[in-house]
DNA sequence: CCTGGAGTTGTCCTA
DNA sequence: TTAGGACAACTCCAG
C-alpha cells in the first residue's frame, strides 16, 4: 500500500477536500500533519487555528501530527522516517505559500515521492481566470461576468470511515501548539460564546444562514443590527467549509439573495487573484501615485479608532465588536476603514495590521485587497471623492440604533434623533442621558466637514505631483 | 490600434 | 422633502 502524507493548509476539513477524496480513490494510506508558521499569523487567528486543529484531530482519530518550523526540512525528514511515496496538498496562493511549495516539490522529486496538488480553497484557479490577451483582470464585473456567471459547482462526500491512517510512532500531537497559538492575555476566551471552530461548526453555521440569513440578504446584508450575513469568513478561510459546498449549497440562484452573496464568494476569488497576480499586495499600492500620499500617522489617532473611542459611534461600535467578538459587520468595515484613512488621514497599513491581529478571519488576500480598495489605492477602487459620512451611514443602516446600543452601551440612552453623533446632541438632551462628553464617552476626535476637506485636498495634491 | 461604454458598497448642494 | 446632478478624470475591457 502507498503511504501518503497529507499536507493540511487552509484547508482544514475531510469533506469537499480533493486531497482527501483522491486518497480514497488511489486507496492510499495517510500521514497527516499540520506545519505551523506562526509569524504569518494574528493574535485571534492562532486562538480559531488551535480550535480547528483541534477538531480536525478528533476527526483523524487523534492522529493530526503538529509540528512547528520549515515545512521542506520537515517533510523530507517524514518522507525518510516513513517511507512515504506519495504527497498532497491544497494550493496556497500568497507569494510565500508558492515559494514553499515549490521547495517541496523539489523534495519530492529527489525522492522520488508522487505529488497530488489540488485547489480546495478557490471556485477557480487564478491561472483560469484571465482575459482573452492572457492578462489577470483588474476589474470586478467583467471578471466575475465571464468567469464566474453558470460555473457550475460540485459538492461531494467523505465516507470518513474510507481513510486509512497511517500509524505514527512519533509523539507530536496538537498539544505541541498550544503554546504556540494560546496567548497570555486571555480576551479572546469571550470568543467561545460566538463561534464554534471546526468543520462540524462551519456545517452549522451554513445551515443557519440559509435557514435565516440568505432571504433578505440583497438587502439586510448593509444592516449590522440585523442578522443576514452569513459570518462564514473563518470557518472559510481556515478552509473547515469549501466554498465550491458553499456555492453549490445554493442551488439555482434565481434569485436576487442568492446572486447577492454567490458575488461576494467571488469578490473573495478576487482578492486572491489581486495577491497572485500582485506578491508584494501588503505592501505595494496598486496606484503607484499614492506612494507619495502624505498620511498622518497620528498615534492618539490610531489609538483612539483601535480602542473604539472616536466619538462615533457607529466606529466605535465597530471597532469594539471586533475587540469582542474577533468580527466586525461587513459593512461596519468599511465605514471603519474609511474613517481611519480619509478623516483620520491615516496609513491603510495601520489598519490591516490591526484587523490582521485581531480578526477571526484574518486573510492576506481580501484584508490587504479591501483596504487597499478603502485607502482608493486599489486597481479598480472607489473615485477619492467618495468618503464615508460615519453619522450618515448610521442613520442609514443602523435605523434604530441596535447595534450601537449592544456595543457602546453608555450612550444607550440617548434618543435615535442624537444618538449617531452625540457630539451634536444638546447639552440637556446629553444630560438626560447620563452622557458626559470626554468622562464616560469622548467627544469626537476630529470634525468631519474639515477632515473630509482635508482628505479631498490631500489627493488632490497628489494629482498634480503625479502628472 | 481605435473607440466607446463602464466602473461594489457616497456625499453634498441645489432647485 | 426629495430628486438629480456635480464631484474628475482615468483605466479597464471588449468589440
Avoid at 71 to 81: K, S, T
Avoid at 161 to 170: A, T, V
Avoid at 328 to 345: D, E
Avoid at 432 to 460: D, H, T
Amino acid at each position: 500500500m502507498e503511504k501518503c502524507i497529507i499536507w493540511f493548509r487552509n484547508d482544514l476539513r475531510l469533506q469537499n477536500n480533493l486531497t482527501i477524496k483522491n486518497l480514497i480513490d488511489r486507496n492510499s494510506s495517510v500521514l497527516p500533519i499540520y506545519i505551523l508558521d506562526s509569524n504569518s499569523l494574528g493574535s485571534a487567528s492562532k486562538t480559531w487555528l488551535y480550535r480547528s486543529l483541534y477538531e480536525l484531530d478528533k476527526q483523524l482519530k487523534n492522529q493530526l501530527k503538529v509540528y512547528d518550523g520549515n515545512a521542506v526540512n520537515i517533510i523530507e525528514r517524514l518522507i525518510e522516517n516513513y517511507q512515504i511515496t506519495q504527497i498532497s496538498w491544497n494550493r496556497k496562493f500568497d507569494y510565500k505559500s508558492i515559494q514553499e511549495e515549490q521547495l517541496v516539490k523539489n523534495i519530492a522529486k529527489k525522492y522520488n515521492v508522487r505529488e497530488f496538488i489540488y485547489n480546495s480553497s478557490l471556485l477557480m484557479n487564478p491561472e483560469d481566470t484571465l482575459k482573452k490577451d492572457g492578462t489577470p483582470y483588474r476589474v470586478f464585473t467583467p471578471f466575475y461576468k465571464n468567469n464566474y456567471l453558470g460555473l457550475n459547482h460540485n459538492a461531494f462526500s467523505i465516507n470518513t470511515n474510507d481513510i486509512i491512517i497511517l500509524e505514527n510512532k512519533e509523539d507530536k500531537n496538537i498539544d505541541l501548539l498550544k503554546d504556540h497559538l494560546i496567548p497570555e492575555h486571555t480576551w479572546y476566551e469571550k470568543f467561545d460564546r460566538y463561534w464554534e471552530p471546526g468543520e462540524i461548526g462551519a456545517q452549522k453555521r451554513l445551515r443557519e444562514f440559509l435557514d435565516k440569513g440568505l432571504l433578505g440578504y440583497a438587502e439586510g446584508r448593509n444592516r449590522p443590527d440585523l442578522d443576514n450575513v452569513s459570518r462564514l469568513s473563518p470557518h472559510i478561510h481556515f478552509g473547515e467549509i469549501s466554498p465550491n459546498e458553499v456555492a453549490n449549497s445554493l442551488g439555482d440562484i434565481d434569485n436576487e439573495d442568492k446572486e447577492r452573496f454567490y458575488t461576494e464568494l467571488v469578490w473573495r476569488e478576487f482578492s486572491h487573484n489581486l495577491l497572485f497576480f500582485n506578491p508584494k499586495l501588503d505592501t505595494t499600492n496598486l496606484q503607484d501615485k499614492f506612494n507619495s500620499f502624505p498620511w498622518l500617522k497620528n498615534k492618539a489617532y490610531l489609538d483612539a479608532w483601535q480602542t473604539g473611542n472616536t466619538g462615533y459611534p457607529i466606529v466605535d461600535a465597530g471597532m469594539r465588536e471586533l475587540w469582542e467578538t474577533g468580527y466586525m459587520h461587513n459593512r461596519v468595515r468599511m465605514i471603519v476603514g474609511s474613517f481611519l484613512v480619509k478623516n483620520l488621514l491615516h496609513h491603510w497599513h495601520s489598519g490591516r495590521d490591526w484587523f490582521k491581529d485581531t480578526l477571526l478571519d484574518a486573510d492576506d488576500a481580501n484584508n490587504n485587497a479591501s483596504w487597499q480598495w478603502v485607502a482608493g489605492t486599489g486597481a479598480d477602487a472607489a473615485p477619492y471623492f467618495r468618503i464615508f459620512n460615519p453619522v450618515t451611514q448610521s442613520q442609514k443602516f443602523d435605523p434604530n440604533a441596535e447595534y450601537i446600543r449592544k456595543f457602546v452601551p453608555e450612550i444607550g440612552d440617548l434618543p435615535n434623533t442624537y444618538i449617531h453623533d452625540p457630539s451634536n446632541a444638546p447639552k440637556t438632551v446629553l444630560d438626560n442621558s447620563g452622557v458626559k462628553l470626554g468622562k464616560n464617552y469622548p467627544s469626537s476626535i476630529v470634525n468631519l466637514k474639515e477632515s473630509r476637506q482635508r482628505a479631498l485636498s490631500a489627493f488632490s495634491e497628489l494629482k498634480k505631483t503625479s502628472s
